[in-house]
């Protein structure tokens, strides 16, 4: 056998890198952080085996071996040579793009790779940021060409929105105590110059990598150990996590940004910082630090002090993160190896523990000081044992952690308000002074103290817990006696008109707070999840517990300031309580919508309820859920949910289904064999092979998830998060451990109306009917209706879809998403609570539509999926079959919610007013046929395309992706085109 010439030039490539870095004192300062040489190894093979090589670097030594180690941290499995030519001569980016359709598929430690990448962009990172500018150049040209509509006036009328107010009066609203006017029509941005300059700041600004978290906590970690403590005994987890947030806390720099009203910021950049968590997935940006601010999507400013502190630190979690720990612990289970193919689902728990809202009304009512009285209460009983009392020790020592750090917020205030020489300013600066002296340690008195006490708890939920998901719950609820024991005090109108617009801003700043940072994500996350903000969820309105109504006047002071900013986050999500709420609440949600034309998200908490109430959660607790990251429910403030744990692609399953447990994209025998297309001899039985792959899958990702759980229990528990959810403190348990008084782990299931369609067509078309073969539908689905014409007009056309208003169409979908439901039903998570079923995507539904095949819906191959549970956009041309089919599914099998996309086209020839109505309509009409929730996009298609093409007209254009908004601009092309072309209904 002769020589591979591919091997040959792989490894001169490996030997050339090795003689550079063993060489050049430039680039051997990299093999070594502060604590020593950083040894690894990365093995690179084609799946013939025709190719093997790899490079190691052991003790500030690096070499090529031309047989991959038995030892090997990570190794990339590559298809063929062709795939492997490719790498050599692509731009990082696009390798990740290559192991997202598992072109590439690694095996091992993926940080150790990032290593590598970021060693490869030290070489030849100029040509790399060449070739991206390059293809961004290419695309620029592309997109103005094919969607520029050279029409100015679409922005401006887009614009125009904001300067047009409908007004109303607060009498339906029995709990609007102090606003005449509720939709508060007089005030509008132009207004509030401090928040028109926050805006701009916000707009301006690119995010920035702070690694000021990392950095402290590493420090803390080195000194005191990490497994062990100084003395070699292990750590009781909880009490070590316990002081190290103490130590971040304490040391972390006090910030107060210009012309806020609210002391403190996440990161060191006041306008907006980047989080680095390398104790979760942090070190997956490691690849990127010589490029992630030059890339073309979201980039990332990063300064030379910050890349050195992160090359410095990512070693020391290259196998502390969760994805290694679990793969160290449980011998790399298939479930994990499942997981890192991209294509069949995604569990969240790598990234971390987020999806829930602490009790914020506990801090506000009691401080931490009345926290840590429950909690020494707890520490005095005489029978606790060793663990316990370590574990409420951990809280103890979070919640000092926060009270340090707002000290230091006052005394920064304090020297900044000595410097200062505008008097207006210098009050501000004392005022903030003295909040952050009194709350969040003891009880907030005012409203303004209030706000200064949810944000720096805030701050430190952010500082100990991964930024994507955690959700704030009913602000306006928790604000509203604040707001009214303030105005009670002033005796006036002139008064208390000047407090509501006070009270305005006020809720300004903290929106723009919110704003103040971004997950980290590396060029692969932009593809999965592009665009994404944090996703801080806030609730408003519905009912109270008690089962009254919750609409107050915060509600509508934090509809002003939505309508007013129109920010990307926080995720606004607005629940209706049927016959409870008023006309003029619902209304007022309508043409907040129109103005921003993609937020609130409504929710009918009718049909939440019916979703909750099979756990047996007490009905004042369950008139109490808000909404989690997305959209999930979540009670508030006693349950550990985690509603995002698990993101599902429905079509994975169909598609092994399809192939007797064989999925084609990663070319895996991977499912059980459940038959050939030839053994079907009826519909039920094939349903019954999807069911059985479906099971599969989730049964896989639910045991990762599981490990996942054990992992954060064991190594990375969260005292501060826990000492504000109820039950922890109780029952002496992190909320990890299961010590929450709700425990639930929620999944996302994508796909749903592709699935639905494709099994809609076999049983129509191919068991009812017989027109077809389905050896011959399987043929055509293969070769991606090539040639079938007939057959592809066929399957789109002959058959009703879910959203046709077609009985047989609406009973698939019923029997689908019971299914789903039922299966999750049947597995309990490691804290001992039951899985729930939601049915939403994030962007996932264009992520994994581009990572699946051809369907028998005709779905093309690579198209996106449907977002959420919405029906495909040939469903219907009737707006009212589309969205009866959605309304008629059963709230119970939806446990965790879904989103329900409607994109509507405003016409030229209706007012505003008549504008709002209509929408109204909608939603009265959506909530009485028993529909669960609903999002609106208020912006056609021809605005969109010209966004494409003219992005800098409309960068604070916000849409609705699948449960969270993000600005159009930052979208990925493939993104944007799904919104261009979901269904399109006029007002």
Not at 324 to 347: H, S, W
Not at 723 to 750: E, F, K, P, R, V
Not at 914 to 928: D, R
Request: net charge negative; with cysteine.
């Amino acid at each position: 056998m002769g020589i591979d010439k591919y091997n040959l030039i792989t490894g001169s490539a490996l030997k050339l890198m090795a003689f550079c870095f063993n060489r050049l004192p430039g680039l051997r300062t990299h093999l070594k952080n502060s604590t020593g040489w950083i040894n690894f190894s990365v093995g690179i093979r084609t799946e013939d085996g025709g190719v093997e090589q790899a490079i190691i670097f052991h003790e500030g030594r690096v070499r090529v071996s031309r047989i991959i180690p038995t030892d090997v941290d990570v190794v990339m499995n590559v298809q063929d040579r062709k795939v492997l030519k490719e790498i050599a001569t692509v731009p990082p980016n696009e390798v990740l793009i290559m192991m997202l359709h598992n072109k590439v598929i690694l095996q091992g430690n993926i940080t150790y790779l990032q290593l590598f990448n970021y060693y490869i962009s030290l070489l030849v990172g100029g040509f790399q940021q060449r070739t991206l500018d390059k293809i961004h150049k290419q695309d620029m040209t592309a997109r103005k060409a094919e969607y520029s509509i050279n029409d100015q006036q679409l922005s401006i009328e887009l614009k125009k929105r904001h300067s047009e107010h409908l007004s109303a009066d607060s009498t339906e609203d029995e709990n609007v105590k102090y606003l005449s006017e509720p939709y508060l029509a007089a005030y509008s941005l132009n207004d509030f110059p401090r928040l028109e300059h926050l805006l701009e700041v916000h707009l301006n600004n690119r995010p920035e990598l702070c690694a000021e978290r990392p950095e402290l906590l590493t420090k803390w970690y080195r000194r005191h150990g990490f497994e062990k403590n100084k003395q070699g005994s292990p750590w009781q987890p909880v009490l070590r996590q316990g002081m190290a947030f103490e130590y971040l806390m304490t040391n972390k720099q006090p910030v107060i940004a210009g012309y806020q009203l609210l002391a403190g910021t996440t990161t060191r950049n006041e306008a907006c910082g980047v989080i680095v968590y390398p104790d979760a997935q942090g070190a997956m940006a490691w690849g990127e630090l010589c490029s992630i601010s030059k890339r073309h999507l979201n980039p990332y400013d990063i300064s030379d002090e910050t890349r050195t502190i992160l090359n410095d630190i990512f070693p020391f979690w290259a196998r502390r993160n969760f994805r290694e720990l679990t793969r160290t612990k449980f011998n790399n289970p298939l479930g994990l190896q499942i997981d890192e193919r991209f294509v069949a689902y995604f569990c969240w728990k790598s990234v971390g523990l987020s999806h829930t809202a602490p009790d914020f009304n506990s801090v506000l009512t009691r401080g931490t000081t009345g926290i840590k009285a429950d909690i020494q209460r707890q520490l005095e009983i005489d029978d606790i044992d060793s663990t316990s009392r370590d574990s409420l020790e951990g809280m103890l020592h979070g919640l000092t952690g926060l009270e340090a750090y707002s000290a230091n917020l006052a005394d920064e205030a304090r020297r900044l308000a000595g410097l200062e020489n505008n008097e207006e300013r210098r009050a501000e600066l004392l005022q903030m002074a003295d909040n952050c002296a009194n709350v969040p340690c003891m009880p907030a008195a005012t409203l303004n103290e209030a706000f200064q006490s949810i944000w720096a708890t805030w701050i430190g939920m952010h500082m100990e817990n991964t930024n994507t998901g955690l959700s704030i719950g009913r602000i306006d609820q928790w604000l509203q006696p604040y707001f009214i024991a303030d105005i009670e005090k002033l005796s006036t109108d002139a008064q208390r008109n000047a407090y509501i617009k006070q009270a305005i801003e006020l809720a300004g700043c903290f929106y723009l707070r919110l704003t103040d940072h971004m997950p980290l994500s590396p060029d692969i996350g932009n593809y999965l999840f592009g665009g994404s903000p944090a996703d801080q969820a806030i609730t408003i309105g519905g009912m109270t517990p008690e089962g009254n109504d919750g609409v107050n006047d915060m509600t509508y002071i934090f509809l002003k300031v939505t309508e007013m900013l129109s920010l990307h986050d926080p995720n606004v999500n607005a629940r209706i309580s049927p016959n409870i709420n008023s006309d003029t609440y619902i209304r007022r949600l309508c043409e907040v919508n129109y103005t921003t034309s993609a937020t609130p998200s409504m929710h009918n908490d009718d049909a939440v309820f019916a979703s909750l109430r099979q756990h047996g959660y007490p009905e004042e607790h369950i008139r109490d859920w808000c909404a989690i990251g997305c959209v999930e429910p979540t009670i508030s403030g006693r349950h550990c949910g985690h509603t995002g744990s698990i993101l599902m692609n429905m079509v994975a399953a169909l598609e092994m289904a399809l192939n007797n447990g064989h999925h084609p994209l990663m070319r895996w025998d991977l499912g059980p064999e459940t038959g050939t297309i030839e053994n079907f001899k009826s519909f039920n039985e094939f349903f019954d092979a999807y069911a059985s792959q479906q099971r599969f899958l989730i049964a896989n990702a639910v045991a990762l998830n599981n490990m996942y759980a054990e992992i954060h229990a064991s190594c990375r528990p969260t005292p501060f998060l826990s000492a504000m959810i109820d039950g922890c403190i109780t029952n002496a348990q992190d909320i990890t451990w299961g010590g929450a008084l709700y425990n639930t782990s929620g999944s996302s299931n994508i796909g749903l109306a592709d699935v639905i369609d494709s099994l809609l067509v076999i049983k129509t078309l191919v068991f009812d009917m017989q027109e077809i073969t389905f050896a011959e539908l399987k043929r055509a689905v293969d070769n991606d209706f090539k040639g079938e014409p007939r057959l592809h007009a066929l399957v789109q056309n002959k058959v009703p879809k879910f959203g046709s208003g077609d009985a047989d169409a609406l009973d698939m979908a019923h029997m689908v998403t019971s299914l789903i439901h039922g299966i999750y039903a049947g597995h309990t998570n490691y804290r001992g609570g039951p899985y729930t079923a939601g049915f939403w995507s994030m962007s996932q539904h264009v992520a994994y539509g581009n990572l699946s095949g051809t369907l028998p819906s005709g779905r093309l191959a690579g198209k996106a999926f449907t977002p959420g549970l919405t029906p495909d956009p040939s469903a219907s041309k009737n707006y009212l079959d589309f969205i009866t089919d959605v309304a008629k599914l059963k709230p119970e099998n939806m446990n965790n919610n879904i989103a329900f996309n409607v994109k509507l086209s405003p016409g030229g020839e209706d007012n505003r007013s008549q504008l709002v109505n209509t929408m109204t309509g909608y939603v009265k009409t959506y909530c009485e046929l028993g529909g669960m929730q609903m999002q609106f996009n208020v912006v056609d298609s021809r605005v969109l395309k010209d966004a494409m093409a003219n992005p800098e007209n409309y960068r604070n254009l916000i849409v609705r992706i699948s449960g969270y908004n993000a600005y159009f601009v930052s979208l990925n092309k493939q993104q944007q085109i799904e919104l261009i072309e979901r269904a399109e209904y006029g007002i």
